[in-house]
C-alpha cells in the first residue's frame, strides 16, 4: 500500500458512535410511597443544610447548637445546686433553665429557624422551576405538599428535643441516684412531648404555608416573621383597650400566645405572657387552637399546590 492510499487517522482525541436504540427502564418500580419517603428524608436534611455546602449548615446547625447550650447550663446549675445543700433548692428555684420556663427560653431559636429554613426548603423549588418535574412522576400534589410540611416538622422536633433529652438525663444522673432521679422526672415526659409535638406542628406548618405562598426567600422570611409577631401585639392591644371577651377571645389567633398557654396549662405554672395571665382561658382551648391551627395551615398548603401552575 502507497503512502497515498493509506487510512487517514485523527490526530486528536476521538471516540466512537455506537447506535444503541431506546433503552427502555427495566429496573424496579418503587411507586408512590417510596417517592414520598425519599422526599420527606430529602427536605429533613435539606432543613440542616446536609448534602450542600458548609454555609448552608451555618444558620441551622447554629440555632440548634444555641439550646443545646442552655441545657447544659441548666444542667450545670442542677448540679450545684446538689452540691450546695441546704440551699440547694433555692438556687434550683431561682434557676430560669426548667421545663416550664423552657419553650419560652429557646423560642427565639425555633422562629429563627422556621424564618430560616422554611422559605429554603419551598422557595428553592419554585425558583429553579423543578415542581413539574416532581409533578410529572408518580408523586402527587398532595404528597409534595405532606412530605415538605412533614419534612420540617420532624427538623423543628429535633431541634426542640434534643434540649429537652440533655436537660432530662442531666438532671437524672446529677440526681443522689440514677433510680431517685428518673422516678422524680419521669412526670415531666408527657407534658415535654406534648408541648414538643405541638410547637413544632404550629410553627412549622405556618412556615411552610406562607413560604408556599412565594419563591423569594427576603419575602418568606418577612412574612413568616411577621405572622408569628404582629398577632400577639395585636391581641395585646385589644385587650389594653378592653373590647371584652370577645377581644380576648382572639388570643387564639396568635401562635405563639396559643403556646404560651399551653405550656402554663401543661406545666401547671404561670404564662410568660401578662395578656395570656390576664385572660385565663382554661387549657383545652390553647390545645384546640394549635391543633386547629395546624390542620389548617397544611391545608393551606396542600390548597397552594393544588393551584400552583407547574
Given amino acids: 500500500m502507497t503512502a497515498s492510499n493509506a487510512p487517514l487517522r485523527a490526530s486528536g482525541p476521538g471516540g466512537s458512535i455506537y447506535d444503541l436504540g431506546y433503552q427502555g427502564y427495566s429496573g424496579p418500580r418503587l411507586g408512590r410511597a417510596y417517592a414520598v419517603r425519599a422526599l420527606f428524608a430529602h427536605t429533613l436534611r435539606s ?119 440533655v436537660l432530662f438525663v442531666g438532671r437524672v444522673f446529677v440526681a443522689d441516684s440514677p433510680v431517685d432521679g428518673l422516678a422524680a422526672e419521669l412526670p415531666s415526659v408527657p407534658p415535654l412531648v406534648a408541648q414538643s409535638l405541638l410547637t413544632a406542628g404550629v410553627l412549622g406548618s405556618l412556615a411552610m404555608v406562607v413560604s408556599a405562598h412565594t419563591p423569594r426567600r427576603a419575602y418568606a422570611t418577612v412574612g413568616i416573621i411577621a405572622a408569628l409577631l404582629i398577632p400577639s401585639i395585636v391581641v395585646a392591644v385589644l385587650h389594653e383597650e378592653a373590647f371584652g371577651r370577645v377581644g380576648d377571645l382572639l388570643v387564639l389567633l396568635s401562635p405563639t400566645d396559643v403556646l404560651d398557654g399551653l405550656n402554663a396549662a401543661l406545666f401547671d405554672t404561670a404564662a410568660g405572657s401578662p395578656v395570656v395571665v390576664d385572660i385565663d382561658l382554661p387549657g383545652y382551648a390553647y390545645l384546640a387552637s394549635a391543633i386547629v391551627g395546624t390542620v389548617l395551615f397544611v391545608a393551606l398548603t396542600i390548597r397552594r399546590f393544588q393551584r400552583i401552575s407547574a
Fill in 47 to 165: 432543613a440542616y443544610g446536609i448534602g450542600r455546602g458548609g454555609r448552608a449548615k451555618i444558620i441551622p446547625f447554629g440555632l440548634a447548637a444555641l439550646p443545646l447550650l442552655i441545657a447544659v447550663i441548666g444542667v450545670g446549675i442542677a448540679a450545684l445546686a446538689k452540691q450546695a445543700g441546704e440551699l440547694g433548692s433555692i438556687v434550683e428555684e431561682s434557676s430560669p433553665i426548667r421545663y416550664a420556663a423552657f419553650s419560652g427560653l429557646i423560642s427565639t431559636f425555633v422562629i429563627l429557624f422556621c424564618a430560616a429554613q422554611g422559605p429554603e426548603l419551598l422557595g428553592r423549588d419554585q425558583r429553579y422551576g423543578v415542581l413539574p418535574l416532581y409533578f410529572s412522576r408518580a408523586l402527587a400534589r398532595v404528597d409534595y405538599s405532606l412530605a415538605k410540611v412533614a419534612g420540617m416538622m420532624v427538623a423543628l422536633l429535633i431541634l426542640i428535643v434534643l434540649p429537652y433529652l
